[in-house]
């Protein structure tokens, strides 16, 4: 990282002011947000003179890693309490001079608030782009040296600041940079650099698909090279990349589907790169065992689905999933997935829990399969009827004013295969000639014949 020159940065900027249209307040803003954290003397504004008093009632004998609840003067307290009312109301009106301010006077604060002053400060820095750029290394720097800071967190923050301006590689640089946690108060864990390192993982992963890439349109001849003829050598070139890429990414994110938490991105892109290893069964596993342990995640059972349906053929396996799905989303379009592999009596209640919902109540797919399966079980044994009367007893108050109302008859009826669905229901769960049946076939009276005698 460049070693900070606040007077070369400032002719630097200066100089780009009238180009960038960049005022001379948000200059000095930029200048006074790096001060504000080497505990400089700063500028204030008038209206916090009346707080000047409680804020220098500190016992500055007291140690800065002091929490908060630990020690509670009430003039501190106040004055803090008020400051960060301002603070959040400058940030929220863009009245960036007057955070940059109020930052300054929290940073004279030893009440651990360095946490705030980082994320406020590298924020308000972030506002003018590569502009700032100079400063916010500072700004970073600095962060990584006060109390109660978790560090890993301050160079993830930072490093995906460096992916927004385009600076790929120093951004891996300090993904990649050890951190000594010597002499600092903040407990880092394990967890804290698993996570940097997965988030390394998703950049590496993103120079692998791009290499891949570049390799594929070199196969179908669609890049040359000006200077080497020799294709294979180009070809493997590529190769070697992508493996280095795909290998790198693997290692870091290694171990993410034990982690605390919910990392479905990281995960995706780890089994993406075992698939391509060809490693189906290492990928299989990460999967089962980060649902197992996140059962209540609706996209880690949707990603274990989809893996299931395109690398095995184990319809159990599959319908184990679809299930739990349908368990976490009634009314997921894979619940009429799902609904193709059970047998009438037992999708039956899938259908109806999906129908019971806003969301699908003019989806056509559900309705016709709906009509289908009590057809079906209407033809059926008692047992199978059974299981349509259970769905139905608890519906029949209320379903018909939901479902079948002359109301929801004409909102159909520019779709008719959803009219003639839910009219083929309402026939056999109420009566063939309710209202709504009847304006059912008002709507298909000119349709083909083959729809209007269905429902006859």
Known sequence: MRRFDR????????????????????????????????RIQGPT???FLDMEKELTEIDHLVP???????????????????????????????RWEEAVKILHKIAQTPLGTS?????VGSELLAMDGHQDRDLLQRLYGTAKQLSGMNQEFVALEFAVYLLSIGEKAEAVTVLQKDISYRGKKFEMGKGDRQIRK??????????????RQLLEKHKRGELTDEVSQDVASQLRTYEMQCERYAEKALKCFEGIDLLPGTWNIFLWKYVELLVENDSLDVAENHLQTYCQSHPDC????????????????????????????AELSPTDQLV????????PEEKVSYLFNMLDYEVCKLEASPWKQLADCINELLKSDGTSRAALAECWSPRKQWWPPYHFTAYMAAQGKEVPGLTLAKALCASSLIDPECTFVTECRKYLSDRPEIIRTSLD
């Open 64 to 94: 800065e890693e002091s929490k908060l609840e630990q020690w509670t003067p009430k003039p501190i307290a106040r004055a803090l309490q008020q400051l960060f009312g301002h603070l959040r109301q400058t940030l929220l009106s863009h």
């Open 115 to 119: 946490n705030t002053v980082w994320k």
């Open 298 to 325: 609706l996209s880690s059972q949707k990603c274990l689905y989809n893996f299931l349906r395109d690398h095995r053929e184990d319809s159990d396996k599959l319908v184990t999933c679809l299930k739990k799905i």
């Open 198 to 211: 997965a988030y390394l993982g998703l950049v590496l992963h993103s120079e692998w698909r791009r290499c």
């Open 336 to 343: 009429v997935e799902l609904c193709s592999f059970l047998k």
């Open 7 to 38: 007077k070369r940065t400032t002719t630097t900027m200066e100089t780009n002011v009238d180009k960038d249209s960049v005022t001379r307040e948000e200059l000095q803003k930029c200048i006074e947000c790096c001060e504000l954290l080497m």
């Open 45 to 47: 504004t008038e209206w």
